[in-house]
């Protein structure tokens, strides 16, 4: 005896009607309730006792032929019942048996009933043979698969150089740090190949059960190299090559390749300001009231003074700014410096230091005092996520405010799209409610009042723009928690001594020092900046 699910079927006898159940064998599924009483609804069978026949099919243990009325009824064909997967890729069809004597089904009728569903495509013509040779009752059986939509590939660019080059100084074994060769250009020379484009791969239609299109999922991303002068395409721009020796840089999705301006002396009156498209190295010294403008990176040799710089990638100054209250250094990738006074200072990435006195320093990843008697005195300090140091503050009580983590507008952005997710979410279920409803009735062969049609396609495409909106606020949810997550791990790393009067903030949480600590480290503990030994 094989696995077969419980089914049941009609008996036209002279004294009445009566329903034929048949348990299930080798595990099969049971028979259902609702299915029988569907069953009898759709053969119009109203007269029966409800609670005996469901207390006689809760308990059958073998075939059991249950009375249904006294009628005289015509004999009942083979019926059937096609489901369509939510996606429309799949249908099956449950078959129920004849009355004794009634009519079984040929293929056209298999063909027919599906016809009637509205299956047009993709149907197992072998499944049909097998229903018409060995039918099974009360069983979905996979009758037709539409052809899912294939996926394509996105371009692909390879970058064949560096695209984050580091900028890090060697630390003597003195405890001083050697500025002079930091290696923070990445050097190409004339003809070099730069990068390489993979073309994109467009995707392939699908097609439903339904005989409808379904487009592939996601739309192929296009790519194209992008470049800036200095450099040429092959003629069926799939590759990149550099026209002059120089450096490379990647910014965005963009590839730069520039010429070094050097200033051998000072930048005074003697130059005015500096605005160029590379990177500008100056020999001298920046004096006071200049500026220098640089596309790539700016290198000083000598000392900056109340100046301006600002660079698109890193600042070196193998020296450090006596800024006089007016100086300031603005760098979108890292600056490195022996010492920063009385000045302005921001980076997008990193800033190394020897000292920091009496100035308002920030910086997107972490500010760091390196060498033997590294020190941050007075101003303003505010890292995402390190800031490094022997000495802050002084005996003095010197006010000294160091700063760690997001701000507070980052939080209340997240609470926001949150909140419009959730109620996103609400509307979406109603919509598919109201959409499975009308499915139903239609499915059933109900007719849609011609009033509902602007409920339903109004529906639809409310669940369908929210469903674009809702994959928009998920990515920009988990950018937001991957954020205040990464920064509530924020440090203050002390290595020799803090002194009383610093003030220590990690994300929006404050800890005012009272006491010299020595050796220890700031970091947030369930919402509460701790110090921990170092």
């Given at each position: ?24 064998t ?46 005289v ?12 997967s ?17 009519k ?158 050097t200033v ?56 450090g700014?006596?800024g ?14 022996k ?9 997008g ?119 674009e ?5 998920k ?60």
């Amino acid at each position: 005896m094989t696995k077969q699910n419980g089914y049941f079927q009609l008996q036209i006898e002279e004294d009445g009607l009566y329903i034929h159940l048949f348990p299930p064998t080798e595990g099969g599924d049971p028979i259902v309730v609702s299915e029988v009483l569907d069953y009898l609804n759709m053969v119009k069978v109203e007269q029966y006792d409800l609670n005996a026949l469901s207390r006689t099919i809760h308990s059958i243990q073998e075939p059991t032929l249950f009375r249904l009325n006294d009628d005289v009824a015509f004999f009942v064909s083979e019926k059937s019942k096609i489901e369509v997967s939510p996606d429309r890729m799949t249908a099956t069809i449950r078959l129920y048996p004849p009355s004794n004597n009634g009519k079984m089904f040929e293929k056209k009728d298999l063909f027919g009933e599906l016809n009637r569903a509205g299956i047009r495509t993709g149907v197992i013509l072998s499944v049909l043979d097998l229903l018409i040779k060995s039918p099974v009752y009360c069983y979905d059986v996979v009758v037709a698969k539409g052809k899912p939509a294939k996926e394509g590939i996105d371009a692909q660019i390879e970058y064949l150089f560096d695209t984050k080059p580091t900028a890090k100084p060697k630390l003597n074994e003195d405890g001083t740090v050697d500025f002079h060769q930091l290696g923070i250009f990445t050097r190409v020379e004339k003809g070099q190949l730069l990068a390489r484009l993979t073309p994109e791969q467009e995707g392939e239609d699908g097609i439903d059960v339904f005989g409808n299109r379904v487009p592939p999922l996601h739309k192929v991303r296009k790519g194209v190299l992008k470049c800036g002068r200095n450099i040429h395409l092959s003629d069926d721009h799939l590759e990149m090559y550099s026209d002059v020796s120089g450096d490379v840089k990647l910014e965005g999705d963009t590839v730069f390749v520039s010429d070094t301006f050097t200033v051998q002396a000072d930048v005074d009156a003697s130059t005015g300001d500096i605005d160029y498209d590379g990177n500008v190295i100056v020999n001298g010294n920046v004096r006071t009231g200049f500026r220098i403008v640089s596309q790539g990176d700016i290198h000083v040799k000598g000392v900056v003074e109340g100046a301006e710089l600002y660079a698109e990638g890193n600042i070196v100054l193998n020296r450090g700014i006596q800024g006089m209250n007016r100086g300031k250094l603005d760098a979108k990738g890292d600056i490195i410096t022996k010492f920063i006074e009385s000045a302005t200072v921001k980076a997008g990435g990193k800033i190394q230091a020897g000292s920091i006195l009496h100035s308002n320093v920030e910086a997107g990843d972490s500010i760091t005092c390196e060498g033997r008697k590294s020190f941050v005195i007075g101003g303003f300090l505010s890292a995402v996520n390190l800031i490094d140091a022997k000495t802050v503050g002084n005996q003095m009580g010197t006010v000294t405010t160091i700063k760690l983590g997001v701000d507070a507008s980052v939080l209340e952005d997240l609470k926001k799209k949150q909140e419009e997710f959730a109620e996103n979410a609400v509307t979406i279920e109603k919509c598919t409610q109201i959409l499975t409803l009308f499915k139903k009735r239609l499915e059933s062969g109900q007719k849609v009042p011609p009033d509902k049609v602007a409920v339903i396609q109004t529906a639809g495409n409310d669940k369908q723009r929210l469903e674009e909106r809702q994959e928009v606020l998920k990515q920009a949810i988990e950018e937001c928690q991957q954020l205040i997550e990464a920064n509530a791990k924020g440090r203050l790393r002390i290595g020799d001594m803090i002194y009383p009067g610093v003030r220590v903030s990690i994300a929006n949480n404050l800890y005012i020092v009272k006491n010299e600590l020595k050796y220890c480290q700031f970091h947030l503990r369930q919402g509460e900046v701790v110090v921990d030994s170092y």
